[in-house]
């Protein structure tokens, strides 16, 4: 099992970011899909999950409304648009399957940041 996160950066409050998470080694239309960060001195938290056809999502309150999962089942990616970036968005994302898998990618940094 394998993630690979990318699309993150450096970026101002208010733009938009999209990251992308290439995953192998399992039946990826077959697992929930999910997004989480990490920012510093914090314990990792869940920020979005899409079920396996990409018709159901959920998100934090924190990311509600500013954030948009979604999946390429065909490309074994899935997908987080985030718009309206605020500082409190900077950290590592990443993402995994449901159940989580001991598995975790290297993560794509994002800042937020004037």
């Known amino acids: 099992v394998r993630f690979v996160e990318s699309g993150g950066g450096l970026v101002q409050p208010g733009v938009s970011l999209r990251l992308s998470c290439g995953a192998s080694g399992f039946t990826f239309g077959w697992y929930v899909m999910t997004w989480y960060r990490q920012a510093p001195g914090k314990e990792r938290e869940l920020v979005a999950h899409?079920?396996?056809?990409?018709?159901?999502?959920d998100y934090a309150d924190s990311v509600k409304g500013r954030f948009t999962i979604s999946r390429d089942n065909a490309k074994n990616t899935v997908y987080l648009q985030m718009n309206s970036l605020k500082p409190e968005d900077t950290a590592i994302y990443y993402c995994?399957?449901?159940?989580?898998?001991?598995?975790w990618g290297q993560g794509t940094q994002v800042t937020v940041s004037s």
């Open positions: 995994n399957r449901r159940p989580v898998t001991a598995y």
């Open positions: 899409i079920g396996r056809a990409g018709a159901s999502t």
